[in-house]
């Protein structure tokens, strides 16, 4: 008798404990001993569905890689230049951490996507947290608050307003949005901006690692048929 999965409806082999094509494990059946039942020597544990995750299990190492990740990709860290590959690398190694021990050895690149997202979302939270902390410090504590308003001074007066010049746009115009860039309200408002984009960004690349990284467990565990 032909079996079809219950999932994609593609034909099974009855041998087969998983899915051919999208990998959902099968229900068993036998004429011998009990009906239903496998026996003893075929009989095994009951298999977890590859599209769903375990969150309990999966917080663990995402608040373990996502919050020092995040750390490291924040905007004054010196080496924040490699930001989205530490985010990456850390989505990627979360799926990795996951299914160690579990079985099937493997989850659909959708569930690696989700994990990369909540591995995303806390680590964006750290790079915002450890951006406002270090600015915080460095203006009030270091006493570094000229040098900032300097250095933000000589990007909009020599580098943005030229660029805009260069534009086609009118003197009144670019004399206006500079005046707000410099005061107060806008050098804020520009270095919220900043981190924001930052957090989306941090947060796209990471759902890309949880998904490469489920791709890559697949790839290698996923049972052969």
């Not at 115009?173 to 804020?188: C, D, N, Q």
Request: charged share 15%.
């Amino acid at each position: 008798m032909e079996i079809t999965c219950t999932r994609c409806h593609q034909a099974v082999e009855p041998d087969n404990c998983y899915c051919p094509t999208c990998g959902l494990p099968q229900l068993q059946y036998s004429a011998e001993n009990v009906p239903g039942q496998l026996p003893a020597e075929r009989r095994q544990e009951p298999v977890r569905d590859a599209s769903i995750v375990d969150w309990k299990r999966a917080m663990r190492p995402a608040l373990a890689l996502a919050i020092p990740a995040g750390i490291l990709c924040s905007l004054f860290s010196p080496v924040s230049l490699f930001g989205l590959l530490w985010m990456t690398v850390a989505a990627a190694w979360v799926v990795s951490l996951y299914l160690r021990n579990q079985r099937p050895a493997w989850i659909t690149i959708g569930a690696g996507a989700r994990i990369g997202l909540v591995t995303g979302l806390v680590g964006a939270w750290a790079a915002a947290a450890a951006s406002g902390i270090t600015l915080f410090v460095m203006r009030f504590f270091l006493h570094e608050g000229k040098s900032l308003d300097d250095t933000w001074t000589t990007i909009i007066s020599d580098q943005i307003a030229r660029q805009w010049s260069s534009a086609g746009i009118d003197a009144q115009t670019i004399s206006v949005y500079k005046g707000w860039l410099l005061s107060p309200e806008g050098r804020a408002g520009s270095m919220l901006s900043a981190i924001l984009l930052l957090v989306a960004i941090l947060i796209f690349f990471a759902v890309g690692g949880g998904a490469l990284g489920a791709r890559l467990q697949a790839r290698t565990r996923r049972p052969q048929t």
